[in-house]
């Protein structure tokens, strides 16, 4: 019963211990470390893992660079080149829309900020005039910092510092020209992977990519105000309906606005979405990705489609078609930019031309070398992630926490539960598969669904798993050395100070209770103990026993055997050695032959204190089950009970040693007899037996005769040729009248019929 409430008690604390380190887990998780590891080598490592993927065919960069500059006589000697792109002639720019007006591009989105004059006024006319004209263009401009308030402030009821684009902003033509005006933020950090979609600080300003896909989904404006009317029945559309010109500025604020207020509104829509058959997929699809911006997160993290220039870039000069010696213009290219939205900036495609410019930014893709992904190319990555609703999106917190509960829960329990003859080896090769099997899985959900999933966290949590483990070993084997020394003492009380009381240790394992070991398993017993100790008063037989017991010990001692247990005229013994080791069989007889031996020299002694008591000895050998409990030591198994039923067959045969057939291989040293197959008691199946008779350097003339002609004897016996066998054997008896086993297969042989009779 104790040892069952000790395993109980053990087992709830792993339990409780493993509950505790999936709960760092999720502490760690929630430090600026822990976001940390996961943001800078995490993301990383997937990115990496997943490699370059195809980008949206329906977004196209027009790059600003130093080959369009020289193919259109623009100089670029200057050292302010190109740090003021917005010195590029406007006059081109005008151009340019124009083209991409004519081959059918939806929107045109400018990387330029255009808050100077240029040298020539007449070309900003010009610029100002074909952005009305197209009336489809999206310019990015800069905040600076204002104290003041608006109107989603006001609703909010805080008072927020907010950014507020200045009054010289752009130049007014342009600000009034262009379809909206946003800025783009993003993080001041030495790798760029995420940026904001509205910036609270900023009174919640709605950066250039929601700007442009507002824009984009103007189509289904009164749509999708009817779904967040019937989604909400309190939403007033008096103010989001028939507003022309539309502001989209004030119409996202006024969405988010909504949005805000009620955080269950998106997925009420989505399931109106999902019922409305007025709409076609793609209208859906647009719909959806609105919801997401509304609905979501701020801040968001950008899936990079690859290396710099991985989205489809074309030079500006390209673009324009005019060539440096004609000045002609050219066919133009219209599929190009059919239905396609065009990010016009500068982008280097070279390190020379990148050095010049340095609006570019390090990303977890760019080159080894130095070379660096362009701020046109990240804006129109935020905006193509938006659009196809791919953006890195994590599950929510409390999804994260559980997984890596249960990650942190599981693994510490494997570890902390496996069973004792796992080595930690072995644990450490399971860890690392679970490890691998879990990335693979945060790859593969990474990949196919741009979900990202914690990996240093769960790599920190089987740390300290392992860590606990080896601390807890080692405070076990602190522990359960000092009960060990206990009990080697009370043992050391009773054998002597000679007991080796490190080697059963060792074979068992610090951290361990229970080991399978391999040996040699040597059982005696008191021939006609009862008759014996009867006559003899108790000081006196404690006195032989006593006397006995130092016989038993010093040899087994001596030849490095272990004793178990030794109890009135019973003794068990080990020798542990592994399933090939013959050296060890060879120690257990020889151990048994000196017992002999002593047992016989000291019958002879004249003494009182010890009394004839002659011993019988069985040995076998296999596996067994060694097991410290409560401070001491026991040995269990199959084989044990072999060995003490091999013992007690001496009485049939009227021998001293007998041993197993598993305890005969490889004595070639020593003088044995076989003595058949016999069923022991208890056992199903039967077991070879042979007689140890001497070490054979030692065996006199007559104990070698004796095992050749019983060789011979046994050989006809087994072949059941009765007749010749019982020859042998009475030839046995003519020398040796008392041999026990003679005796017992004489006797078997008269009572069979004549060789060849029935």
């Not at 740090?83 to 829309?97: E, M, T, V």
């Not at 938006?386 to 599950?395: A, H």
């Not at 004796?706 to 007749?723: G, P, R, T, V």
Request: aromatic share 10%; glycine share 4%.
């Amino acid at each position: 019963m104790e040892t069952i409430q000790y395993y109980v008690n053990t087992r709830a604390k792993k339990l409780l211990l493993s509950s505790i380190i999936g709960i760092l887990g999720i502490c760690l998780y929630t430090t600026p470390l822990g976001s940390l590891l996961e943001t800078k080598y995490g993301l990383d490592w997937l990115f990496k893992a997943r490699g370059a993927i195809s980008p949206p065919n329906n977004v196209v960069i027009v790059s600003i660079d130093k080959p369009s500059a020289q193919q259109l006589d623009i100089d670029i000697s200057t050292k302010e080149w190109p740090r003021s792109i917005s010195k590029w002639p406007r006059d081109l720019h005008a151009q340019l829309i124009n083209r991409l007006s004519e081959a059918g591009a939806s929107l045109v989105v400018f990387d330029v900020i255009f808050n100077t004059p240029s040298d020539r006024l007449v070309n900003d006319e010009k610029l100002a005039s074909a952005m009305k004209e197209f009336n489809n263009v999206l310019l990015i401009h800069r905040l600076d910092r204002n104290d003041c308030e608006n109107t989603f402030s006001k609703l909010l009821q805080k008072n927020v510092r907010i950014v507020e684009e200045c009054a010289n902003a752009l130049l007014p033509q342009f600000a009034e020209a262009a379809k909206a005006s946003a800025p783009f933020l993003l993080a001041r950090t030495h790798q760029i992977k995420d940026y904001w979609l509205f910036k609270e600080s900023f009174g919640d300003a709605p950066t250039a990519p929601v700007i442009l896909l507002q824009a984009l989904a103007l189509p289904l404006h009164n749509d999708f105000v009817r779904l967040i009317s019937e989604a909400d029945p309190n939403f007033k559309t008096n103010s989001f309906l028939n507003t022309n010109p539309i502001d989209l500025h004030n119409l996202v604020l006024d969405f988010r606005n909504v949005f805000v207020k009620d955080k269950q509104l998106a997925v009420k829509i989505q399931h109106k979405l999902h019922e409305d058959s007025s709409l076609n997929l793609v209208q859906k699809q647009q719909i959806q990705t609105l919801l997401n911006i509304y609905s979501g997160q701020d801040k968001r993290y950008l899936n990079f489609y690859g290396p710099p220039r991985s989205i489809q870039t074309i030079p500006y000069y390209q673009a324009l078609q005019i060539t440096k010696t004609t000045n002609s213009i050219k066919s133009f290219n219209e599929t190009n930019f059919k239905g396609k939205i065009v990010f016009i900036g500068f982008s280097a495609a070279t390190h020379n031309e990148q050095d010049i410019g340095r609006d570019d930014y390090h990303t977890v893709f760019s080159d080894s070398n130095g070379l660096n992904i362009s701020g046109v190319e990240i804006i129109a990555t935020a905006f193509a992630n938006l659009y196809e609703n791919k953006s890195i999106q994590s599950f929510h917190y409390s999804t994260n926490f559980i997984i890596l509960f249960i990650y942190g829960f599981m693994i510490s329990t494997a570890l902390l539960l496996s069973h004792p003859r796992v080595s930690f080896i072995e644990k450490i090769v399971v860890t690392a598969t679970v490890i691998l099997v879990y990335w693979f899985c945060a790859y593969y959900l990474f990949k196919e669904t741009t979900t990202w999933l914690p990996l240093l966290t769960p790599l920190l949590q089987t740390a300290i798993a392992l860590i606990t483990i080896l601390f807890l070993k080692l405070f076990d084997s602190q522990q359960k050395a000092k009960e060990l020394e206990l009990q080697l003492k009370t043992i050391r009380t009773f054998f002597g100070s000679t007991f080796p009381n490190n080697a059963l240790e060792k074979a068992i394992g610090n951290n361990q209770d229970e080991q399978g070991i391999y040996g040699c398993c040597l059982n005696t017993d008191i021939e006609s103990y009862t008759t014996i100790a009867e006559p003899l008063e108790p000081r006196l037989l404690r006195e032989r026993l006593n006397n006995y017991h130092n016989l038993l010990k010093n040899p087994i001692v001596s030849q490095n055997g272990h004793i178990m247990d030794m109890h009135g005229d019973s003794m068990l013994a080990i020798w542990i050695a592994d399933a090939n080791d013959t050296q060890v069989r060879a120690r257990a007889c020889q151990a048994s032959l000196d017992i002999a031996m002593a047992i016989e020299q000291s019958n002879h002694l004249p003494s009182e204190r010890m009394a004839s008591m002659p011993t019988r000895f069985g040995l076998h050998f296999g596996e067994m089950s060694l097991r410290r409990e409560q401070g001491s030591y026991n040995v269990v198994g199959d084989v044990v009970n072999t060995s003490n039923r091999i013992q007690d067959s001496n009485k049939l045969f009227k021998t001293r040693i007998l041993l197993s057939g598993e305890i005969n291989e490889g004595l070639d040293d020593f003088l044995i007899r076989p003595l058949g197959s016999n069923y022991l008691r208890g056992r199903v199946h039967p077991i070879h037996l042979y007689e140890l008779i001497h070490h054979k350097r030692s065996a006199t003339s007559d104990q070698l005769w004796l095992c050749e002609i019983f060789k011979e004897a046994f050989m006809h016996y087994e072949s059941q040729n009765w007749s010749l066998a019982k020859r042998y054997f009475s030839e046995i008896l003519k020398t040796f009248p008392h041999d026990g086993p003679t005796q017992y297969f004489i006797k078997i042989c008269q009572t069979q019929p004549p060789s060849g009779q029935q």
